[in-house]
């Protein structure tokens, strides 16, 4: 059975950083794409960024230049460096395996102004 576990989110004032991690269990880390999403207070969940098993990254533009997806197949974790918070980076960030669709519970995200 696939499990996501994040980690790492917390209150920050506005242009602070932080890193989610995304521990993964059941599953042949270094084979598989995980991306990284969020949700805001009474919004859908959006995409934010996502790792290939190649290494290739990809992210929604908002965030480009200010977060940092990255993965360590010898722990079997994923990484997400936010720097230069912003009151809209405010949500819960997810980690999604896409090959088996699986999500983690969630980690709270808030940045104040």
């Known amino acids: 059975q696939v499990q996501l576990v994040e980690s790492g989110g917390d209150l920050v004032q506005t242009g602070g950083s932080l890193r989610l991690s995304c521990a993964a269990s059941g599953i042949t880390f270094r084979l598989n794409t995980f991306g990284w999403y969020r949700q805001a207070p009474e919004k859908q969940r959006e995409f934010v960024a996502r790792?290939?098993?190649?290494?290739?990254?990809d992210y929604v533009d908002d965030v480009k230049g200010r977060f940092t997806i990255s993965r360590d197949n010898a722990k079997n974790t994923v990484y997400l460096q936010m720097n230069g918070l912003k009151p809209e980076d405010t949500a819960v960030y997810y980690c999604h395996a896409p090959r088996s669709n699986t999500w983690g519970q969630g980690t709270l995200v808030t940045v104040s102004s």
């Open positions: 790792i290939s098993a190649y290494g290739s990254t």
